[in-house]
């Protein structure tokens, strides 16, 4: 049994490695613009931010508009990538299959719109565990750090905010499931640990064979 009535997944970096992938497009597209980028310094950068709400700062940043198409153009390059080369986050689908053997309610809530949850997690066979219980971002007034898809997703799934729990790999993630009223765990495969841990999760793991035990 879980002390939570619901678990609530982000989906990339949590669910699904798509975070090297997705920042390497942009990487790219940025070089292109020139602003010499690393995937490395990408994902310090822009993870868990929309890169549509981030093109001002880019437009700033290169010291020129972007190109009209830029956000079309990066859509469709990142699918791209994404179909190819996605992966699952290392032991999540045991974590998941854990959870469906306790009875414990889980789903995911994600500031990604719905097509890009529906490619990554059917490319990664997780998607049948999530069927009917996906809630996006793009869905709601507000989109993280507000806590709207997560209270959306409890409200939905009739789970008490304040016995919810909220996994999420970056500092806006959490701050968005805090604001919620909901216990976050900082999943820190990728992400520096010491960065959740200031955002405010209540406990931080990088191996998804925890997980179970820390919502028990």
């Not at 093109?55 to 390059?77: T, V």
């Not at 699952?88 to 309610?105: C, D, F, K």
């Not at 565990?129 to 993280?144: A, C, I, N, Q, Y």
Request: glycine share 8%; proline share 6%.
């Amino acid at each position: 049994m879980s002390r939570f009535e619901l678990i609530a997944f982000d989906c990339d970096g949590v669910l699904v490695d798509s975070e090297p992938i997705t920042c390497g497009v942009l990487a790219d597209m940025l070089t292109e613009l020139g602003w010499e980028m690393s995937v490395e310094k990408t994902i310090r950068a822009f993870v868990g931010k929309h890169v549509r709400d981030e093109m001002p700062n880019i437009e700033a940043r290169i010291g020129k508009p972007l190109p009209p198409d830029f956000y079309e153009q990066f859509i469709e390059r990142r699918n791209r990538g994404l179909e190819t080369s996605i992966t699952a986050v290392r032991g999540v689908h045991g974590a998941i299959e854990q959870l469906a053997v306790r009875n414990t309610p889980f789903c995911v809530a994600s500031g990604a719109d719905r097509a890009k949850m529906r490619l990554t997690l059917g490319r990664t066979g997780l998607l049948p565990f999530f069927e009917g219980r996906l809630f996006s971002g793009m869905e709601v007034p507000r989109t993280k750090p507000a806590p709207d898809v997560y209270l959306l997703a409890a409200r939905t799934m009739g789970a008490d905010p304040a016995r919810c729990a909220v996994i999420e790999d970056t500092p806006t993630g959490i701050a968005a499931g805090l604001a919620a009223g909901m216990t976050v765990f900082g999943y820190a495969e990728r992400m520096d640990p010491q960065l959740l841990r200031d955002a405010g999760a209540a406990e931080v793991f990088d191996d998804m064979a925890q997980l179970a035990e820390l919502v028990a």
